[in-house]
């Protein structure tokens, strides 16, 4: 571990880790975000919701985007059945578990969405919507469905416990050997004392596992991490994230913000300023120093960036399926038309016209297809990440017996 240390207290620290990168893992609150599932008991199944096909994937953007990356919320209602309602899915999609988290007693579960409820009178029923969850929540809908769902949740009264909102960059504007250098030489304005660089091996192939510099105490009401997503994803294409964690009235102010129509760049970017900016040291008065031009050309690119959901991108075969059914008649015509001579040289010209044309989607398309998947995502590896963060947040766990326990969590339920 190699640690870097100045007057502001402010220190990087790089360490090796022999799993994947912890700090870039998205964990629940310590009050009501997350979830502590029961021991192992003995090799019993746990039952599983049923799945839909739509959404669930994780997929590597085209273009710079903003994803809500988890979203926990605090209904007054104790039947779970309004709220599924209120949340606008069909209550069959789910199914009741004996077992919550933090008073509740039970549960609905559909995929890695949970409603939590059978407390005391006063708690109401709570939602918690991991990073798979909200992915999987927006397959449910043809349009973008989170200012609706803010908007009625709030209606209702319901508390926002935790919101995260994710920053996907792929055009290489954000930089993290830039934020580190600049974090190393004091050359940032911030509300946070502290940063950290995780940095993670692989054993065996290739063993750069991508790196998180966080900023900020897990703890706090605002907590914020880069890393680097193409290294965790294993794709050789430009993608760093950037997230903010917001926890109780952040949440619940960022939320209701969002609601009332606030752009989702607009309410990112003025968070992110407010707690970091990048500057160069040309004042004596920190307060006037100057932004460094990398990093006001990344935040006023992002504050024009509408928020997305999870698109699955195309195989190669899907796009020749396509082709075939949608253009076939077209292609036989013109070459009845042209003969075989002419249809020849008009194909090897629309060849070499698409060649030129084909751009990052393409590019992505190929790299998937390469791979023999529709995308580049390793569930089992974000369910472990996802179980372990949550089981050592909320259960008080240290990360080793979390790490364990989740192990444990899912080779029980992998069982025939």
């Not at 397959?139 to 009264?157: H, T």
């Amino acid at each position: 571990m190699k640690t870097y240390h100045d007057s502001d207290s402010v220190a990087i620290r790089e360490s090796e880790k022999k799993g994947p990168d912890s700090s870039a893992v998205l964990v629940g609150s310590a009050d009501n975000t997350g979830e502590m599932p029961e021991p192992p008991s003995g090799g019993t199944e746990t039952p599983q919701p049923p799945h839909t096909n739509r959404g669930a994937l994780i997929t590597i953007p085209l273009a710079n985007r903003y994803l809500f990356d988890w979203v926990a919320m605090t209904f007054k209602t104790t039947n779970p059945h309004d709220v599924t309602e209120t949340i606008g899915l069909d209550s069959s999609l789910f199914i009741g578990l004996e077992r919550g988290i933090n008073g509740y007693r039970k549960s609905l579960r559909f995929g890695d969405i949970g409603i939590f409820y059978d407390g005391q009178e006063c708690m109401g029923c709570h939602v918690l919507m991991s990073g798979q969850g909200c992915r999987l929540y927006e397959g449910q809908f043809k349009d973008n469905p989170w200012r609706n769902l803010f908007k009625k949740a709030l209606s209702l009264n319901a508390s926002f416990s935790r919101l995260d909102i994710a920053c996907d960059n792929v055009d290489s504007l954000l930089d993290l050997d830039k934020l580190k250098d600049a974090i190393i030489n004091h050359q940032i304005r911030s509300r946070f004392r502290n940063a950290n660089e995780n940095r993670n091996y692989l054993l065996g192939g290739d063993n750069d596992n991508g790196r998180t510099i966080s900023l900020g105490k897990r703890s706090s009401r605002v907590y914020m991490r880069f890393y680097d997503k193409a290294a965790q994803m294993g794709t050789p294409l430009p993608w760093i994230r950037a997230e903010i964690e917001l926890k109780k009235e952040r949440a619940q102010i960022s939320a209701i913000h969002f609601a009332e129509g606030m752009p989702i760049g607009q309410l990112f970017t003025g968070i992110m300023n407010e707690y970091i900016t990048v500057i160069n040291l040309d004042n004596e008065n920190i307060s006037r120093c100057s932004v460094q031009p990398w990093w006001s050309a990344w935040i006023q690119s992002t504050e024009k960036i509408s928020l997305t959901t999870e698109k699955v991108i195309k195989t190669v075969d899907e796009v020749m399926e396509y082709v075939k059914r949608q253009y076939a008649p077209s292609i036989a015509m013109i070459k009845e038309h042209l003969g075989v001579i002419q249809f020849n040289e008009f194909m090897r010209d629309l060849i070499t016209d698409g060649a030129e044309r084909m751009g990052l989607k393409h590019e992505q398309i190929l790299f998937l297809s390469s791979q023999r998947q529709a995308d580049n995502y390793d569930a089992t590896r974000e369910d472990f990440e996802e179980r372990a963060a949550i089981i050592e947040y909320d259960g008080g766990l240290d990360r080793e017996e979390a790490e364990r326990l989740a192990h444990a969590l899912i080779d029980e339920r992998d069982e025939p």
